[in-house]
């Protein structure tokens, strides 16, 4: 059963620091991961999405990597601004013939850039 | 904009009275999915729809029902609420089961008292 888990599970930098966060799952037959943005009481945004294939992915400030064989994936901002506070969560969508459409969550990461 | 708009945003009911959540996307996907999330809590996915095709996940209560009429529109129903159904319910579509991308609508709160 694929587990998916974020650490930290909260997190405070200073204004313009750059900052990883950090995504690990079991099971490594994956279809592809995806990271997503929550602000607080709302849905969420996707940010961006790697396939199983790929290394990384980029987008503006944000770049996320995918390292299928030890089950990680990282999310790097970089230059952190007050408006990056949000929650922070990746999934995982399994391989199982490529049929499966559920998406496995972590708990995600709180993130507060202090001002 | 193309979206996945969700109404309402806040629903409150009392406890046993039926409510129903209600999804529409401008996106016309063909999948469209039900989550909900408890505080502090990952998404949990409740169903999907492959089109008119209704997919139930094992763990979902018998308490909650989904409708999708059309491809726009999809209807959560709670049949009879219970204090730990509050909780935000997010709806969400993607073009294909196949497709990566999910597509989430705002969510709407819901309170039982």
């Known amino acids: 059963k694929q587990e998916v888990t974020q650490i930290p599970a909260a997190l405070s930098v200073p204004e313009g620091e750059n900052l990883v966060l950090n995504c690990s799952f079991t099971?490594?037959?994956?279809?592809?991961l995806q990271w997503f943005r929550q602000d607080p009481g709302k849905g969420l945004t996707s940010l961006l999405l790697?396939?199983?294939?790929?290394r990384e992915q980029t987008s503006g400030r944000l770049n996320a990597s995918l390292d299928k064989s030890s089950g990680r994936s990282t999310l790097y901002i970089a230059a952190s601004q007050p408006g990056d506070s949000a929650t922070y969560l990746c999934?995982?969508?399994?391989?199982?013939?490529?049929?499966?459409?559920?998406?496995?969550f972590g708990t995600g990461t709180l993130l507060a850039v202090q001002p | 904009d193309a979206m996945v708009i969700q109404n309402p945003r806040y629903q409150v009911t009392q406890f046993g009275k039926p409510v129903t959540l209600s999804c529409s996307q401008t996106?016309?996907?063909?999948?469209m999915y039900w989550y909900q999330q408890k505080s502090s809590q990952a998404p949990k996915l409740l169903f999907h729809?492959?089109?008119?095709?209704?997919?139930n996940e094992a763990d979902t209560p018998d308490n909650f029902q989904s409708r999708r009429p059309n491809t726009s529109f999809c209807f959560l129903d709670i049949r009879s609420p219970g204090l730990g159904d509050a909780a935000m319910y997010l709806c969400?579509?993607?073009?294909?089961?196949?497709?990566?991308?999910?597509?989430f609508g705002p969510g709407t709160r819901l309170t039982v008292l």
């Open positions: 729809y492959y089109d008119k095709d209704f997919n």
């Open positions: 969400a579509t993607s073009r294909s089961l196949a497709s990566g991308w999910r597509f």
């Open positions: 099971d490594s037959a994956i279809y592809n």
């Open positions: 999934a995982v969508k399994g391989q199982d013939g490529g049929a499966t459409n559920k998406l496995i």
């Open positions: 790697i396939q199983s294939s790929q």
């Open positions: 996106l016309n996907h063909n999948v």
